[in-house]
Nanobody, 122 residues
Framework: VQLVESGGGLVQAGDSLRLSCAAS????????MGWFRQAPGKEREFVAA????????LYADSVKGRFTISRDNAKRTVNLQMNSLKPEDTAVYYC????????????????WGQGTQVTVSS
């Protein structure tokens, strides 16, 4: 399974961005997809997750109400709509896929993308 993120960039506080993660390869083995982020000097943290079927979602408290995770079956993508961005959202955002897992623990995911930078200026 290969994952490629896109959509990062430099925005101002209060703006919106939409990240996409395109999955290819043996995607039928995937049970869950997640977004994580890592800021300089900090550990990778959970942002949001969705089952491959799209019937259940999970969010970190810090993004709940501002971010929305969704999937597009036809395009084989998982998207992260980020609204009301804050400077503390600045990080490299990673897409992850799990064969048997859907949740917030990064060590349980099997596949990772290369990441896309999101920078929010104040």
């Amino acid at each position: 399974v290969q994952l490629v993120e896109s959509g990062g960039g430099l925005v101002q506080a209060g703006d919106s961005l939409r990240l996409s993660c395109a999955a290819s390869g043996f995607i039928f083995s995937i049970n869950g997809m997640g977004w994580f982020r890592q800021a300089p000097g900090k550990e990778r943290e959970f942002v949001a997750a969705i089952t491959w079927r799209g019937d259940s979602t999970l969010y970190a408290d810090s993004v709940k109400g501002r971010f929305t995770i969704s999937r597009d079956n036809a395009k084989r993508t998982v998207n992260l709509q980020m609204n009301s961005l804050k400077p503390e959202d600045t990080a490299v955002y990673y897409c992850a896929a799990g064969r048997t897992y859907y949740g917030s623990h990064p060590t349980n995911y099997n596949y990772w993308g290369q990441g896309t930078q999101v920078t929010v200026s104040s």
